[in-house]
């Protein structure tokens, strides 16, 4: 873990040395760390994904709406980090387009869930 901070600390001062010389240096640097330490939080969201659905197995909780949560938090991960690095350019309008497309993915995914959840009511207030 200190290992990955201090590849973005480096990174970071190289950064800010970079913008004040050639700024299309200091993006190329930030997207060159951002993909490096993309590996590692690959890594450790595949052992958490495996932990949870172990967890949610030993629960007895359905798959689907597991792999809805996985989906949804996938989702929103990347469209922060695509959303951040728009506001990092100075795209503060693009960055909310980001967000939002991101949100409104993730309320189109969870409609079925929605749908399921208003027809187990329907049927309990009916009975």
């Not at 959303?83 to 497309?101: H, I, K, Q, R, T």
Request: proline share 2%; aromatic share 4%; charged share 10%.
């Amino acid at each position: 873990m200190l290992r990955y901070i201090g590849i973005c600390l480096a990174a970071l001062a190289a950064i800010i040395l970079l913008k004040n010389i050639r700024t299309e240096y200091a993006f190329a640097v930030k997207i060159a760390v951002l993909v490096l330490l993309g590996v590692p939080i690959a890594a450790l969201a595949f052992q958490v994904i495996q932990e949870v659905r172990a967890l949610s197995a030993q629960a007895q909780i359905d798959e689907t709406m597991l792999l809805l949560l996985i989906k949804a938090l996938g989702i929103s991960i990347v469209a922060q980090v695509a959303s951040n690095v728009c506001s990092d350019c100075g795209e503060s309008a693009l960055a909310l387009c980001v967000e939002m497309l991101g949100r409104g993915s993730i309320l189109l995914m969870a409609l079925p869930l929605a749908g399921q959840l208003l027809s187990w009511c329907m049927t309990w207030i009916n009975v």
